[in-house]
C-alpha cells in the first residue's frame, strides 16, 4: 500500500469522526430546543457507535481503494452511509428512542459521500502513480546509494524507487541453483535493474543481469 492510499484511509476515518461530531455538536447547541452539552448527554455514545457503523460500512464496500471509477466510488459511498444510517435508525426504532437525531444521521450522509469520493480519488491518485513508477534494484557498494538516488530523483524519465540494495557478495552465484539477484527482482517486482562497477565485472552477476534484460527488466 502506498503512502497515499494509507492518507486516503486516515482522511476517511478522520472526515468521518469529524463529521458525525461535528454535527452532532452543531445539533445540541444550535437546533435542539432547548440546548445540551453533547459531550455529557447519552448520545456521545451512540455517536460514537454511529462512526464505527460508518467506517465499517466503508472499509466493507471497499473505500478508499477499490473503486475504479467514478461511479463505482459514488455507489460505494452512498452504500456506506446509507448502510450505516440505515442500522442506526433500526437500532432506534427497535428501542423506540431517538438514540441520535436524524440531522445527525441524515447530514451525515450528505456530508461524508463526498468526503469518501475526496478519499477515493487520493487513493486512486496514489495507485496511478504507483503503476507508472519504476522499481529499482541495485546491486553495489552502500556507499554508492545516495547519489544515485539523487540521480535518479533528478534524471529519470518515470519516477522511480530504491526497493532493494544488494552487495555484490550477495547478488553473486554461491552455488548450482543459486540466483540472488533474479530472485530478489522477482520478490520485489522491479522493473529495473542497476550494477556499479564491481557488479560489472562479475560474471554470475552480469549474467544474471542478461536474463532479467532478456525477460523485459530493465
Not at 463505482?72 to 446509507?82: E, F, K, M, N, P
Not at 560489472?200 to 552480469?206: A, G, L, M, R
Amino acid at each position: 500500500m502506498g503512502a497515499s492510499q494509507r492518507v486516503a484511509r486516515a482522511l476517511l476515518v478522520v472526515g468521518t469522526v469529524a463529521a458525525v461530531f461535528g454535527l452532532s455538536k452543531l445539533h445540541a447547541s444550535r437546533i435542539a430546543d432547548p440546548a445540551y452539552d453533547f459531550t455529557s448527554s447519552f448520545r456521545f455514545g451512540w455517536a460514537v457507535a454511529y462512526v464505527v457503523a460508518l467506517v465499517v460500512a466503508a472499509y466493507a464496500v471497499g473505500l478508499p481503494d477499490l473503486p475504479r471509477t467514478r461511479r463505482s466510488g459514488v455507489a460505494s459511498a452512498v452504500a456506506a452511509t446509507l448502510g450505516a444510517a440505515a442500522a442506526v435508525s433500526l437500532v432506534q426504532l427497535v428501542v423506540g428512542d431517538a438514540l441520535l437525531p436524524r440531522f445527525v444521521v441524515f447530514a451525515g450522509v450528505l456530508v461524508l459521500v463526498p468526503w469518501y469520493l475526496i478519499c477515493v480519488n487520493l487513493a486512486g491518485d496514489g495507485r496511478d502513480r504507483a503503476l507508472h513508477q519504476d522499481r529499482v534494484v541495485v546491486v553495489g557498494e552502500q556507499a554508492e546509494i545516495a547519489p544515485l538516488r539523487e540521480e535518479i530523483e533528478r534524471y529519470a524519465e518515470l519516477p522511480a524507487e530504491i526497493v532493494a540494495v544488494l552487495a555484490p557478495e550477495e547478488a553473486a552465484v554461491t552455488g548450482a541453483r543459486s540466483r540472488p539477484l533474479e530472485e530478489r527482482v522477482a520478490a520485489e517486482g522491479a522493473t529495473v535493474v542497476v550494477l556499479d562497477r564491481r557488479a560489472q565485472v562479475e560474471p554470475s552477476i552480469v549474467s544474471q543481469a542478461a536474463a532479467l534484460h532478456e525477460s523485459g527488466i530493465r
